[in-house]
T-cell receptor
Framework: GQNIDQPTEMTATEGAIVQINCTYQ??????LFWYQQHAGEAPTFLSYNVLDGLEEKGRFSSFLSRSKGYSYLLLKELQMKDSASYLCAVRDISGNNRLAFGKGNQVVVIP | DVKVTQSSRYLVKRTGEKVFLECVQD?????MFWYRQDPGLGLRLIYFSYDVKMKEKGDIPEGYSVSREKKERFSLILESASTNQTSMYLC???????????FGPGTRLTVT
């Protein structure tokens, strides 16, 4: 099985940069996903990492280190609409396309 | 755009009732999933299906069953609803070799 750990909440100022960390333990790692979820809404896909390194997509970047079982999501130039929960999810090679989700990190953006 | 729809956004049922939650996707995806989401516990997988008439238990299948008679539709059934099944239920789908899951809007179920 997987064990996925994320900090629970952080507050940041509009225009700032925030880094959200995720650590995981899994026997057959086969990809890590980041999702954004606004209150009362469904999660939406942000990024996918399967190899080590940084993936950049506009204001959002995601980093993966497989040897350390570690990923982070970097949000730049924070906007009020970025206030949401950010979910880390790991796919295991034995899991038949199922994902194991962390509990999510609530980011609150203040003016 | 992928569209995943769920039959109800809000549902109130009584203890002991049989409850059906329906999910439909329009992208011909092979894989479909049912999760529940509770504060402090995150998303937990109840059941999933990787093909018509196929189903596999997730992490918390007790008290639930599923049905997949057609590729686009995946139903979650609560045989006898209990108050501890009050939760947000989310359906998702993904294609073969496409690992990203697309989520429906969710059904907030309250069992009284």
């Amino acid at each position: 099985g997987q064990n996925i750990d994320q900090p629970t909440e952080m507050t940041a100022t509009e225009g700032a940069i925030v880094q959200i960390n995720c650590t995981y333990q899994t026997s057959g790692f086969n990809g890590l996903f980041w999702y954004q979820q606004h209150a009362g809404e469904a999660p939406t896909f942000l990024s996918y990492n399967v190899l080590d390194g940084l993936e950049e997509k506009g204001r959002f970047s995601s980093f993966l280190s497989r040897s350390k079982g570690y990923s982070y999501l970097l949000l730049k130039e924070l906007q009020m609409k970025d206030s949401a929960s950010y979910l880390c999810a790991v796919r295991d090679i034995s899991g038949n396309n199922r994902l194991a989700f962390g509990k999510g990190n609530q980011v609150v953006v203040i003016p | 755009d992928v569209k995943v729809t769920q039959s109800s956004r809000y549902l109130v049922k009584r203890t002991g009732e049989k409850v059906f939650l329906e999910c439909v996707q329009d992208m011909d995806h092979e894989n479909m999933f049912w999760y529940r989401q509770d504060p402090g516990l995150g998303l937990r997988l109840i059941y999933f299906s990787y093909d018509v008439k196929m189903k596999e238990k997730g992490d918390i299948p007790e008290g639930y069953s599923v049905s997949r008679e057609k590729k686009e539709r995946f139903s979650l059934i609560l045989e006898s609803a209990s108050t501890n099944q009050t939760s947000m239920y989310l359906c998702a789908s993904s294609g073969q070799g496409i690992y990203e899951q697309y989520f429906g809007p969710g059904t907030r179920l309250t069992v009284t």
